[in-house]
């Protein structure tokens, strides 16, 4: 037991936790700027391809062009007065959806930690781009739902553009108008959460021992 957890720890359970808060909280302190600023772009870059593959699934074009000044614009066949629209995905909003990569490192390096770390990296990697991209559907029909259904649409999301073609099934409309609120906000943590969970099933036992007795 380390000295930080000794005094306010009451159980050995108590103290695992302790230790994996402050490890995974160091860790991402130290991996959260180099994976904003450098690992993500990369990753991003990588995927276009795979992106724009599976979007064409999805009911878009599959065209993806990256920005001047970073990002995508990403070929729907959605039209506005007969002008084709391409909707814009910021830098900034596809690194907040790969925060997955670094999270789950943190949980990796925070004891206790899994035996086969190589294994583990190697099933998470692949599963964390395939969550990235379908998420990315929903956020790219996401913002394109309002378009079709403005009515459906909050102030906050700021829709200008009214698309020619008729509107998305009602219920349709909302799943992805409240997919693109998953895909931003919670997905990332989720992913990283349940991936961790699974891989690690031991660290997971450690943890909630004494919440399960």
Request: glycine residues 8%; positive net charge; hydrophobic residues 60%.
């Amino acid at each position: 037991m380390s000295r930080m957890s000794r005094p306010a720890a009451r159980t050995p359970e108590d103290a695992a936790r302790r230790r994996f808060a402050l490890w995974a909280g160091l860790s991402l302190i130290v991996l959260l700027p180099l994976w904003w600023i450098w690992g993500a772009d990369l990753i991003i870059a990588a995927l276009r391809p795979v992106a724009g593959g599976v979007f064409r699934l999805f009911g878009l074009t599959g065209a993806i062009e990256p920005m001047a000044g970073g990002g995508w614009a990403v070929g729907t066949h959605l039209t506005e007065a007969g002008r084709p629209i391409t909707l814009p995905l910021s830098q900034e909003a596809l690194r907040r959806m790969m925060l997955g990569f670094p999270l789950l490192a943190a949980f990796m390096i925070a004891p206790p930690r899994v035996e086969r770390v190589w294994r583990m990296a190697a099933i998470a990697v692949p599963v964390l781009c395939l969550v990235f991209i379908l998420f990315l559907v929903l956020a790219v029909w996401g913002d394109l739902a309002p378009m079709l259904s403005p009515d459906l649409a909050s102030e906050s999301l700021g829709v200008s553009v009214r698309a020619d073609q008729p509107p998305l099934p009602g219920l349709l409309a909302q799943v992805a108008i409240i997919g693109r609120y998953v895909a931003y906000s919670v997905a990332p943590l989720l992913t990283a959460l349940i991936l961790w969970a699974t891989l690690n099933p031991r660290a997971l036992k450690a943890l909630v021992a004494e919440i399960g007795a």
